[in-house]
């Protein structure tokens, strides 16, 4: 069975668990679900397992070229040591994923997507990039040198993801001894916020030990700590805004494409995309300016749609589910032409989704941007780069 497979058995749990937690927040009277945002990061979770199905041919093959070739040993794939090392291993190097993902720009712009959701709910933990493979198998190369055959590798890594989805919520509080050693929705709940307090901590996948060995773990600070002004606050702080999966992958390597084109000096150019996220060149930033962040400015984007959109967004998607479940079920049998075009329609159905979302202010944005776009004869410089300082 393949990776992609599973994760279509995984599909009905994932949803079954989303309609939990909106009862149970419902009952409770902290419902912390919007239609149009879960709609996007669950589509966001459908695209990436979309694109995925490309993606998987550069990052296993990749790592099935070194473990042949250049490993400094074959570890044997029948041993259960060599198991629960080579989880504990693919724990240690995920943790380093994320990291570099708030410290260097070109891993920022495909890790920011699993950030701009405004809301933090298990819908966001499905909330993931297209663009992850193309720089983020190098942080497994270790474990290809160190001899993990690749099937146990494969494995951890699904098990790594999929523990990570129930720590997506705020319907679960502290959990005591857990919280110290493992990640946990406390835990990781820091780690989606942008107050300042908890800025660019907690990296890790299960254990959070490697955060508390490295020195960014953050405890996330009990309800009687907090005043009203240091709730927490999710998403990012250049707020995509915007329901478009699409753009959700490209906005900040646009961001960082435009302020390479407009940098005057080469070595600057290049700084963008290696200095951490929110780095400008001083005459981009001079000439091209962004509004500082204020957390007490921060309000959650919001489109008014007439419910009949609502109501065939939510249509339209659970077709896109279907067809989805389908082509991952069914594409390591399908040549590389279908899996383009089968893609290629799921893509482009998830884009009209969002377009529907957004209203009249998908339709006024697209104008404005294309207008900007026009007058300055090169990419829109407008457009976020990231955040203003993650």
């Not at 250049?238 to 900040?252: F, I, S």
Request: with cysteine; aromatic share 12%.
């Amino acid at each position: 069975m393949t990776g992609a497979q599973i994760i279509v058995l995984a599909t009905p749990v994932f949803l079954a668990l989303i309609a939990l937690e909106f009862a149970v927040g419902v009952a409770r009277g902290r419902n912390t679900y919007r239609l149009a945002d879960t709609l996007t990061s669950i589509g966001l979770g459908v695209m990436s397992q979309v694109t995925a199905v490309f993606g998987r041919l550069l990052r296993i093959g990749i790592y099935v070229a070194l473990y042949q070739h250049v490993a400094l040993w074959q570890l044997p794939a029948d041993s259960v040591v060599v198991w629960l090392g080579a989880l504990v291993a693919y724990d240690f190097c995920y943790s380093w994923h994320p990291r570099a993902g708030h410290r260097v720009a070109a891993f920022w712009a495909a890790h920011v997507v699993h950030h701009q959701s405004e809301d933090y709910n298990l819908g966001t933990a499905l909330r993931q990039t297209s663009s992850g493979f193309l720089l983020g198998w190098v942080f497994y190369v270790p474990l290809a040198l160190a001899g993990v055959p690749p099937v146990v590798f494969a494995t951890v890594a699904l098990i790594d993801l999929l523990y990570q989805f129930w720590v997506h919520t705020q319907q679960i509080g502290r959990l005591g001894w857990f919280d110290r050693w493992f990640v946990s929705p406390s835990n990781h709940r820091v780690h989606h916020a942008v107050n300042e307090r908890y800025l660019d901590r907690n990296y890790g996948g299960i254990l959070i030990v490697w955060d508390r060995l490295f020195g960014t773990f953050q405890e996330e600070a009990r309800a009687d700590e907090h005043d009203a002004a240091e709730r927490i606050v999710y998403g990012t702080r250049a707020p995509l805004q915007r329901w478009c999966p699409v753009m959700a992958n490209l906005d900040v390597y646009r961001g960082l494409v435009a302020d390479s084109w407009h940098a005057r000096r080469w070595v600057d150019k290049l700084k963008v995309w290696l200095m951490p996220p929110g780095w400008r060149p001083a005459d981009v930033a001079a000439r091209f300016p962004k509004p500082a962040f204020e957390i007490s400015q921060v309000e959650r984007y919001e489109t008014a749609v007439p419910r009949g959109l609502q109501l065939l967004a939510a249509g339209l998607f659970g077709t896109v589910l279907a067809a989805t479940s389908g082509f991952l079920w069914f594409a390591h049998t399908l040549s590389l032409p279908q899996q383009a075009a089968g893609a290629a329609g799921l893509v482009g159905v998830l884009w009209l989704i969002g377009r529907l979302l957004e209203g009249r202010a998908g339709a006024a944005r697209a104008s404005q941007a294309a207008d900007a776009a026009g007058a300055a004869g090169v990419p829109n410089p407008a457009a976020p780069a990231g955040r203003a300082s993650r």
